[in-house]
């Protein structure tokens, strides 16, 4: 495996990693693996859907966001957010307030990010009218890589049209060119739940380049406007507000929130281990008759994201209330019509294959082979102590030169037992997974 | 590679074991992901006709680089027509089985139509051996 520690949207710190292997346990598709007391990700396999930074009790994997001082490069700095920062705070904190902080923190102008889904909506339907069923939808960015890694036969069902945020993002920007603003002058900047969405707009699919010149973590800026909202700090209310928002969009990122709006049957299915079991049968042709389907990586989905504090329950009520106080449609819709569909599209999302033993089919088969071999000799127990997730994963790793039998602590025990490994042996092996220092304590 | 699998007659809930296996193993090998699909929905139908009209059966796949080949041997009534039965739409399911949304009598036309090469052996009273080839490339 490569040393690489890095994927495009979080990294491991190395100094803050202690190898708990927490992490290895969590990740889909078996990303991770814990080597000389780190844990070590696989970048080509890694989907940014950011389970691993929320099982962390070290707080060891960092964010890959922008460095807020960045928003000072631009003239003008609008910040897209999205209707989940809002149920981040309790119902008590009225939402006015919280735009005016967003300015006082330095942003001249705020823009709901769900604005473009009443119409975005239209476009979808069209889309899934046309489309070979089901439709797969192209919300969670975390979705679009698991399928592209893990079931590549269903890369086709994406729908291949942007999400909200990139419709709202080209909307200012259009908005901005028209009003004869430099497009250096312009910083759009959004307010992220997620790392996926980070991923999303750092590396986009689909032959598309995003507008969008940095992410702000939510978890941070929540801190940072509670912070002046608890302090009564005063605040100018110099921002200009573009708050407009239908309760369609204010729900959107919630579970239900997209399917709702779609024709015909549809199905919304939230967290990764519900969506992966779906996508199973979906890709042995079990489904029939399924219009649409709304996956979305998170439990509650975006209510529940990784960024976002607040109890996903809590945060999702929260949607909903504002949801139930907003109008059907909101002022900019017509607006937002005249040019969606000119920007919407995206091309055909390609896979991204997982080569598990070898590109040669000769010699993945002779090492699948021997890996099945192996996989008899290990205990079934899963227990990790190898530094792979699973006596399943540790075997592939052996027959890919990327381990060792000896790393199986069952095996080693016998080996012992038998007189076949020394003490020490044994003991150095340990310490290449797990690390010299974790040995050395003195009790 | 040779992988073998047991079927049991009237498990309808466990019916697509051996088809999620070999996909799963047919993925880890980069087959092209239309191969598999044909691989995948042959083989389920081939499983669940043992399960839904034999007693017992086992599935044998043998995959070398070329291709698969699939033998589903079970023990069962047999096929007394075999022409008749590749007929589309042609089904003795009972009703309690087209209830569980099987025996639309498509089965045995969708696994000739999906394989690259398909032979029928069946005894009455006896039971059936279907052997299934598809190649990967
Ligand atoms: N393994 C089998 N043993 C006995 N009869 C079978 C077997 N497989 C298929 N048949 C017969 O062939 C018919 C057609 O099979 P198929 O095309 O799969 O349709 P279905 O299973 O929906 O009835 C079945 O109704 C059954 O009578
Ligand atoms: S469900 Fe929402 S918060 Fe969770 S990964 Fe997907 S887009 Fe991000
Ligand atoms: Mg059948």
Redesign the interface.
Same mark, same amino acid.
Do not use: Q
């Given at each position: 495996m490569s040393r690489t520690t890095y994927s495009r949207a979080l990294e491991i710190l190395d100094d803050v990693c202690i190898g708990c292997s927490h992490c290895m346990k969590v990740c889909p598709t078996e990303a991770l693996r814990v080597s000389d007391g780190k844990a070590i990700i696989h970048a080509d396999w890694c989907i940014d859907c950011g389970e691993c930074y929320r099982i962390c009790p070290n707080r060891a994997i960092r964010v890959m966001d922008d460095d807020f001082k960045q928003i000072y490069n631009y003239k003008h700095r609008v910040l897209l957010v999205p209707s989940v920062f809002f149920a981040q705070f309790d119902d008590s904190v009225p939402r006015e307030k919280i735009y005016h902080i967003i300015g006082e923190l330095g942003f001249t102008e705020v823009c709901a990010v769900e604005q473009s889904v009443d119409s975005l909506t239209d476009e979808v339907n069209e889309y899934v009218r046309n489309a070979q069923k089901p439709v797969i939808s192209s919300f969670c960015p975390a979705i679009i890589r698991l399928i592209q890694v893990r079931f590549?036969?269903l890369v086709d069902h994406i729908m291949q049209l942007l999400p909200p945020i990139e419709i709202t993002a080209q909307y200012y920007k259009n908005k901005f060119a028209k009003a004869g603003i430099p497009e250096s002058d312009l910083g759009i900047f959004y307010l992220t739940p997620c790392i996926a969405k980070i991923a999303a707009v750092k590396s986009p699919v689909g032959g598309y380049t995003s507008p969008i010149n940095g992410v702000i973590n939510m978890d941070f800026f929540f801190n940072k406007v509670y912070l002046v909202y608890k302090q009564r700090l005063p605040v100018s209310g110099n921002i200009s507000i573009n708050g407009e928002l239908s309760s369609k969009g204010i729900l959107y990122p919630t579970t239900g929130g997209e399917s709702a709006n779609v024709e015909g049957r549809t199905l919304a299915i939230d967290g990764m281990s519900n969506v992966i079991d779906f996508l199973?049968i979906l890709?042995?042709? &079990?489904i029939d008759g399924v219009d649409f389907l709304e996956l979305r990586a998170c439990d509650q989905s975006c209510a529940g994201g990784i960024l976002s504090h607040r109890n996903r329950f809590l945060t999702a009520e929260s949607m909903k209330k504002y949801a139930a106080t907003a109008p059907d449609y909101h002022k900019l819709t017509l607006d937002y019509q005249r040019y969606t569909s000119a920007v919407v599209h995206m091309d055909r999302i390609e896979?991204r294959?997982m080569?598990?033993?070898d590109?040669d089919?000769?010699a993945?088969?002779r090492k699948? &082979?021997r890996a099945?071999e192996l996989r008899e000799l290990f205990p079934g127990i899963d227990c990790g102590a190898c530094g792979a997730p699973s006596c399943e994963a540790l075997a592939e790793d052996i027959v890919k030169g990327q381990s060792e039998i000896n790393a199986c602590i069952f095996l080693r025990t016998l080996y012992e037992k038998r007189g076949e490994l020394q003490l020490e042996e044994a003991i150095k092996i340990m310490e290449r997974i797990w690390g010299r220092s974790r040995f050395d304590k003195k009790l | 590679m040779k992988l073998e699998y047991k079927v049991e007659g009237g498990d309808f809930t466990a019916a697509g074991f051996a088809s999620s296996q070999i996909k799963k193993i047919l993925k880890q090998l980069n087959i092209d992901p239309s191969v598999i699909k044909r691989v995948v929905i042959a083989l389920y139908e081939a499983e669940v006709n043992i399960v839904a009209h034999a007693y017992r059966g086992v599935i044998k796949a043998h995959i070398e680089s070329g291709g698969i080949t699939l033998t589903l041997e079970d023990e069962g009534p047999g096929i007394p027509d075999v022409e008749m039965a590749m007929t589309p739409g042609f089904s003795t399911a009972t009703k309690a089985v087209r209830e569980m949304g099987f025996g639309a009598g498509m089965g045995l036309p969708n696994i000739s139509e999906n394989a690259d090469s398909f032979n029928i052996e069946t005894i009455v009273g006896k039971g059936t051996t279907l052997t299934i080839g598809i190649k990967f490339k």
């Open positions: 590549p036969s199973e890709e042995n042709e &079990e896979p294959s080569v598990k033993y590109r089919i000769d993945a088969l699948m &082979e099945r | -």
